[in-house]
């Protein structure tokens, strides 16, 4: 089921069992502090709407997540965001 939520309190979001991440609300402040990252910011003009989508999508990640759960590297030792 999709539940909307209108807070903008931070939340947890269930990826699958044992995989959950803590996320800020995708909010316009959200979008626009991504959209003004040296990322971003760097992309040539000529850069494709693909990498374009990419590094945006990475500069969103980066504000948005805060804190994650059942995340580790290949030895399984928890990893941090």
Do not use: Q, Y
Request: charged share 25%; aromatic share 4%; glycine share 4%.
């Amino acid at each position: 089921m999709l539940r909307l939520d209108l807070s903008n309190a931070p939340h947890w979001l269930e990826l699958m069992p044992d995989l959950r991440v803590h996320l800020m609300p995708l909010t316009t402040a959200l979008m626009v502090a991504a959209r003004n990252t040296a990322a971003v910011t760097a992309l040539p003009v000529d850069v494709s709407d693909e990498e374009r989508a990419l590094v945006f999508a990475k500069a969103i990640a980066k504000i948005a997540i805060l804190d994650w759960e059942g995340v580790g590297d290949t030895d399984g030792k928890t990893i941090k965001p």
